[in-house]
T-cell receptor, first 114, second 112 residues
Framework: DADVTQTPRNRITKTGKRIMLECSQT?????MYWYRQDPGLGLRLIYYSFDVKDINKGEISDGYSVSRQAQAKFSLSLESAIPNQTALYFC?????????????FGPGTRLTVL | KQEVTQIPAALSVPEGENLVLNCSFT??????LQWFRQDPGKGLTSLLLIQSSQREQTSGRLNASLDKSSGRSTLYIAASQPGDSATYLCAVSAGGYNKLIFGAGTRLAVHP
C-alpha cells in the first residue's frame, strides 16, 4: 500500500465551487505539505504543517486553506475555485530530523476548474 | 530569493548513452539538495538526497554531485535505458522551515 495517498486523483469542477483535496499518510511523519505544479514549472509550496496544531502559509497560499485533522491527515480546500487554480496538486510528508528534510510525495490530484 | 534552474529543459537520447542533467541554484545557503523522478500519473519519487556537507551520492546507475559554493548539482545517469524516460526535478532545502524549492525539471526521453 502507498505510504502517502491523495483523494480524489482527478477532479473537474466549476468556477465558484468549494473543493477539498485530502491527503493521508502511514509513514508516521510529523511534517506535511501541499504543493501545486503548473505545466513547465516546478512545484510551489501552498501550505505546510509541522504538527496537528501548526499551520503555516507557503509562497502561494491565497485562495487556499488547510486543515490538519490528525497527524496522518492534511486536507487542502479551495473555498471558491477559479480557473487559474487548475493544476496538479501534491501532498508530501517529512520527518523532523535536524537538517535532513527528505520529503515523500503522494501521487497527485489533477484539478480542472472550468 | 532562492531560484533553481535546470538545463536542459528536454533531452532525447538513444539507449545506452551516459548523460548529465544540470541543476543550479542562486543561494548557497542550503541544507540539502534532492533529485526526484516524476512519471505521469505517479507523483514524485525521491532518487538521491545530498546533504550540504556532502559532495556526492550514488544509487545504482545514478550519481549526483553537489558543489555548494558554485551553486551547482549534476545528476549523472549511466547506460541509459528506455525505462529512465521521465521528468527529473531537483529541489533545494533552505530557509527557516526547510522548505523545498524546485526547478522546472528536465524531461528525458530514452529511445531504443
Amino acid at each position: 500500500d502507498a505510504d502517502v495517498t491523495q483523494t480524489p486523483r482527478n477532479r473537474i469542477t466549476k468556477t465558484g465551487k468549494r473543493i477539498m483535496l485530502e491527503c493521508s499518510q502511514t509513514k508516521g511523519h510529523d511534517r506535511m505539505y501541499w504543493y501545486r505544479q503548473d505545466p513547465g514549472l516546478g512545484l510551489r509550496l501552498i501550505y505546510y504543517s509541522f504538527d496537528v496544531k501548526d499551520i503555516n502559509k507557503g509562497e502561494i497560499s491565497d485562495g487556499y486553506s488547510v486543515s490538519r485533522q490528525a497527524q496522518a491527515k492534511f486536507s487542502l480546500s479551495l473555498e471558491s475555485a477559479i480557473p487559474n487554480q487548475t493544476a496538479l496538486y501534491f501532498c508530501a510528508t517529512g520527518k523532523t530530523s535536524g537538517a535532513h528534510n527528505e520529503q515523500f510525495f503522494g501521487p497527485g490530484t489533477r484539478l480542472t476548474v472550468l | 530569493k532562492q531560484e533553481v534552474t535546470q538545463i536542459p529543459a528536454a533531452l532525447s537520447v538513444p539507449e545506452g548513452e551516459n548523460l548529465v542533467l544540470n541543476c543550479s541554484f542562486t543561494d548557497s545557503a542550503i541544507y540539502n539538495l534532492q533529485w526526484f523522478r516524476q512519471d505521469p500519473g505517479k507523483g514524485l519519487t525521491s532518487l538521491l538526497l545530498i546533504q550540504s556537507s556532502q559532495r556526492e551520492q550514488t544509487s545504482g546507475r545514478l550519481n549526483a554531485s553537489l558543489d555548494k559554493s558554485s551553486g551547482r548539482s549534476t545528476l549523472y545517469i549511466a547506460a541509459s535505458q528506455p525505462g529512465d524516460s521521465a521528468t527529473y526535478l531537483c529541489a533545494v532545502s533552505a530557509g527557516g522551515y526547510n522548505k523545498l524549492i524546485f526547478g522546472a525539471g528536465t524531461r528525458l526521453a530514452v529511445h531504443p
